[in-house]
């Protein structure tokens, strides 16, 4: 394992999105995150006084460290990416 795909595992495992069964996965796991934590950040930056935008923003960040670095088998990865915003 090179130092690359240490850095970005997904480098490993991205091949297996051409598998149906993973794409029906990953869109079921997006739809759901998407579903929760768009709500879920607009309300929280209006909570701290700010614009809805400021809070679609932020949650952006902890969705896309989550997938890069995730398992794929990991039938939890839609659930761990809620909780780490």
């Known amino acids: 394992m090179s130092w690359i795909t240490k850095l970005f595992p ?3 495992w991205i091949k297996d999105l051409s ?4 794409i029906k996965a990953d869109i079921i796991a997006g ?3 998407g579903f929760v934590i ?3 950040s607009m309300a929280y930056a209006q909570l701290a ?3 809805p935008q400021y809070g679609l923003y932020a949650s952006f ?3 896309l460290i989550g997938a890069s670095w995730a398992h794929p088998d990991s039938y939890l990865q839609a659930l761990s990416l809620l909780y780490l915003y």
């Open 61 to 63: 960040l902890p969705v």
């Open 31 to 33: 739809v759901t995150v």
């Open 38 to 40: 768009v709500p879920q």
């Open 49 to 51: 006084g700010l614009g």
């Open 19 to 22: 598998k149906p069964k993973t």
């Open 10 to 12: 997904f480098l490993l």
